[in-house]
């Protein structure tokens, strides 16, 4: 435990050092007699020589001011920051030196880092907080909404797309004139919810939900449909809303506040859904259901428990637990009897289209609208992509991006790939050869020109990752969006790996990063890797050092714990006739065990209950005092003097200063093998200015 308490401490000091210089970016900078001469012209004279890097004055102010603040520092505070400074400097050039960075542990945490750090780099930051401030809004409140959809592929051929949308069109005008939504959808919609489940001879087994979707917040349906919804005031019907499923009409029938997330018990009269049943069977059944709910409710309202009311009125075969849900969780008619139950709370009976419920509040959950935990959200949305997507926007028109259409047959290049590339691409195994004749360019970015054949290895690399459908005639649509995929990889990747040339403090960033993993390393091998193993070396270092750490005195004594006063008014008489502990358990535990006898060895201070029993006023041998309160006896058997403390109570001690005298080593040997140059007087005068 001590071990790992210091060598974490000693972590945490690399860490802080590497933090104290954020923004020095690179172990340093090697100046040339060019470099030297144009800098000592402009006024920028080198200050830190330490082995390979020389350090300009305004490299040594930057990476000073990251954390410190020049004016208020004393002459001491920016020497001590100096002697840390060159320390850092001379163990990165050795990191370097011994090519730490090609470690694989070094390679893969970097590389993770870098992933995460990117991402921010490589979004378009108004539309981040814009969605963020979205999101938090929207959570705020509940939406009940109906739709009909069109379905039609995002990337359909261009005559398909139309079609759906002149098809959604007509169905709206017709909604605008009167026609009833339910009824539209049912015949309508291309979801399958909204139509009824029919027998083999033609009855309802179900019925259809006419395109109502139920109650949904924010984060609850795909950002495209969720936005038409939230645009769309009460009681109106949406414009076409267009989703990778199609398009889709909306008609928003209430907003409430957000309901957040509840854990209910239930009263549940089923409906008999017995195919058998006939017409009469069946309304008799739901009438007998829903007169055993009132008489239920009216039961709760006369002062019934629900549990008991649960045990009276619900089958045996049927769940009365409900597990926490949303408003997304259930049919809008079961939810809407919810909305206003506070907890301890129960509802009036709510019919839904499994039965007759009675809802008993337990827990209410409030709506996640703190802004760090929406945002974490958001990244697991689809509405993320929104935020990459203006960032793509953005740097094409910065860097003249051109889709290429050939001049002559007026087509892109990508309706080449449609005779020749098959469903064999939905599984995997799709021949790059077959597009062995394709070399049309496809697009230019930044300069750069991308053909048919870097398509062509897209596919080939992806295939397997983009299996939408088993029909040939779709093939097209597939290749369009894979094509806009590739395009748009294609550009993010390009951007990501040019972040270090194209953006200064995203370079900075990472080389600081960087130097920390590789510092971090170097003194895990140098430092706690060797203090860690090494216990040939620690215990001859504890031998060295152990007089620093010593036990102050101690008594050696012999501690009684009885059971009553007549116990310990004997243990008193017996100690104080010098009787052993041996003796006395013999004595004292003749018929029953009435003493429990023990050997402690304590120095002042070190057990609470022992200083309160012997109080420390005598500490000489064969001293005996006692607590009768408690019935407790001790009896001073030695003295202990001053001595060291055993290597397993110190260890943690001995380890850190092990540590701390290999890193003075360490140091001194990285001082005594290079050059180490310090202007103090230009520092101190221009730092502060």
Sequence with gaps: MYNQYNTKNMRIRCLNVVLLFCGFSGCGVILNAQSTQNQSVTNDPIVVTAGKDKVTMSQLRQAYIQNNDPKKATDQQIRDYLA????????CQEAESKQLDTLPNIQKEFASYRNQASVQNLTDKEVTQNILNEAVERAKWDLRASHILKQVYSDALPADTLKAYKEILKIREQLLKGSDFGKMATELSDDPSAKNKLSASGEIISQGNGGDLGYFTVFDMIYEFENGAYQTPVGQISQPIRTNFGYHLIYVKEKKPAMGKVKAQQILIPYNKSLALDKEQKISDETTAHQKIQNAYQDLQNGMKFADAIKKYTPNSVSSDLSVFGC???????????????????????KSSYGWHIVFIDTIYSPETDTNAVAMHILRDSRSDKSKDAFIERVKKEKGFQELIDKKS???PVEDFYTIVDTSLLSGNWDINTAVNLHKDMFIYDGKTYNQQDFARFLRDEQSKFQKTSSVADMPVILNYLYRIFEEK?????ENQNLEKNNPKFAALMKDYKDGLLLYELTDQRIWRKADADSLTLDPYYQQIKDKYLYPVRVEALLVRCVDSVTAVNAVKYLNKGKTAHWLKNQLNKKSI??????????????ANFDKLFKWTNVTEGFVIADMAENEVVRVEKVLQPSPKAMEDVKGIVMAAYQADLEKKWTEELHSN????????????????
């Design 594 to 607: 009435t003493a429990l006898i023990d050997t402690v060895v304590y120095y002042k201070g070190q057990n």
């Design 328 to 350: 997304n969780r259930y049919e809008g008619d079961f939810i809407s009897g919810l909305y206003g139950l506070k907890i301890g709370e129960f509802s009036k009976p709510i």
């Design 490 to 494: 294609t550009i993010y990747d390009y």
């Design 84 to 91: 840390l400074y060159v320390d850092y400097l001379l163990k």
């Design 674 to 689: 290079n050059k180490i140059e310090v202007d103090y007087a230009t520092i101190f005068r221009e730092l502060r200015k």
């Design 410 to 412: 007026k087509v892109r």
